[in-house]
């Protein structure tokens, strides 16, 4: 369950970014999440666990820095021992935004879940502070996350995904990344056939799906965020299949949201905002 | 638009395959066809114009003289004169089905279009005889056909698809082949954009779309089709994106029918079929 919002507080925004966002030119959706996070000044936690490379944290200290960031964390854990460490935690509650970034999203899972960190993220997001995550950062953020599964397929198959637990920032979505570039359509697909509850979201390189406090998601960046809503499903044949059979799956609503469209979770009705001339 | 079927006629089955049939073991695809043909004692003429390969009608003459026709002739076109040729016309007239192997599209459209051998293909589908394809021979099948564009695409670009004039045996789908295998969802949706009228039918390979004389559409094989509707499409951004640059589409509706499911181009209402414990 995602943390509860305290009365009168308002949720933050959660951001999952699709990977390989622009860092040299525009950088259009890196900058977006800093500003949500109170642009010139902001105080900014970066986690850089995920990845396996040593220079990931410095190349996010650097970039909002340079964009005007009054401070950067660059929080790395190498044991679980070290996600319940005090000074780490007080920089979780004192930053205006979080951001975790990308590389290995069971890296995350099985070095924080459950951690006196990844409680510190639940509750700093639930009272207002802006989470966001690139590639297996973005995965992590909902309940239910994509651990695995195969690339390079449209059509869902019984072994197509394999689902973890999350952060648990909000268990309406599940997310998905590099979209378009890894082909993933199947993989997100097979995903909402095991319980259709949830509303998956396809988020390609480049491009954020920001997801506002009152749950309208906007998008940012030069790629698509693909909406797949499951809520009329007709039928699944996820429970009579097995291996690389193909899932049947009938009724299902896509949607592909570019920058300026939106999504509302709340009512699942997508509109083309500022794409539209008549603004419907 | 597609042929007229004359009053009291019943048009014939449209079978579209999404190429790489199995061809070895039980073959369910091509037998499948080959029972809509009539079975034992069928007549079928094979037409391997989109194929480069020497064999490729003889290997589906072979297929089908085992499976017990009474007779094949392969046709093969080299020039836009030969499709004009009485005896080649003639095979076509008497043939109880009429299959078209894989191969490149534009051969066959550039070879066929506007000729004597189009116009008995599509008279004779329209006076009840069975029309199949494997992939290019699939895509050629209806009025507007995927001439080519970009493969691996779960998100639709503006520059995703070509379109040219098929044999239009029907205009109610376009058919995009080696679905699931090349990740084409991106170019049927693209396909779509443009004008949303008709049925986006992606075929995997070894599966067939079956498109009965009600406009039912049965599926057979080991993969899956996947039907986008976009009757309900809310907003296209076509109009405004150029180049690389993600089309926004919003409403789209999607089935993925795996063997037993069936999809009704008239209702456009899926069904479980016999995948369905209820018969739903």
Same mark, same amino acid.
């Given at each position: =369950?995602? /943390? ?23 950088? !259009?959706?890196? $900058? ?12 900014? %936690? ?5 990845? !396996? ?27 679980? !021992? ?5 000074? $780490?935690?007080? %920089?979780?509650?004192?930053? /205006?935004?979080?951001?975790? #970034? ?7 899972? @099985? ?10 993220? $639940? ?10 995550? #690139? ?19 449209? @059509? ?7 689902? %973890? ?6 268990? !309406? ?33 480049? #491009?954020? %799906? ?25 039928? /699944? ?11 049947? =799956? ?16 709340? @009512? ?13």
């Amino acid at each position: =369950m995602p /943390s509860k919002v305290a009365e009168g507080a308002q949720r933050g925004w959660i951001v999952p970014i699709g990977g390989a966002e622009d860092k040299d030119n525009d950088k !259009r959706v890196l $900058r977006r999440f800093f500003e949500l996070c109170g642009g010139a000044g902001a105080d900014i %936690a970066v986690i850089p666990t995920a990845s !396996r490379l040593n220079d990931t944290g410095d190349r996010y200290e650097q970039l909002f820095s340079e964009m005007g960031a009054g401070n950067v964390s660059v929080l790395d854990f190498d044991t679980r !021992r070290d996600a319940h460490e005090r000074n $780490r935690v007080a %920089a979780i509650e004192q930053a /205006s935004g979080i951001f975790i #970034t990308g590389g290995n999203q069971l890296r995350l899972s @099985t070095m924080l879940g459950g951690t006196p960190i990844a409680q510190a993220i $639940r509750a700093r997001n639930a009272h207002g502070i802006p989470v966001g995550g #690139t590639s297996a950062g973005a995965g992590i953020l909902s309940e239910h996350m994509i651990a695995g599964g195969e690339s390079d397929s449209a @059509t869902p198959h019984a072994n197509s995904v394999r689902l %973890a637990p999350g952060l648990g920032l909000t268990n !309406r979505v599940v997310i998905d990344q590099h979209f378009r570039q890894r082909d993933r359509l199947g993989r997100l697909l097979a995903a909402l056939a095991y319980n259709p509850f949830a509303i998956g979201l396809g988020v390609d390189e480049d #491009t954020a %799906a920001l997801i506002g406090p009152d749950n309208v998601i906007q998008v940012e960046g030069s790629g698509a965020v693909t909406v797949v809503d499951a809520d009329d499903l007709q039928f /699944s044949s996820m429970a009579q299949v097995s291996g690389d059979a193909p899932v049947c =799956m009938l009724g299902l609503q896509i949607h592909i949201l570019t920058a300026g469209a939106t999504y509302n979770l709340e @009512t699942r009705k997508a509109s083309a905002g500022t794409l539209s001339p008549s603004k419907e």
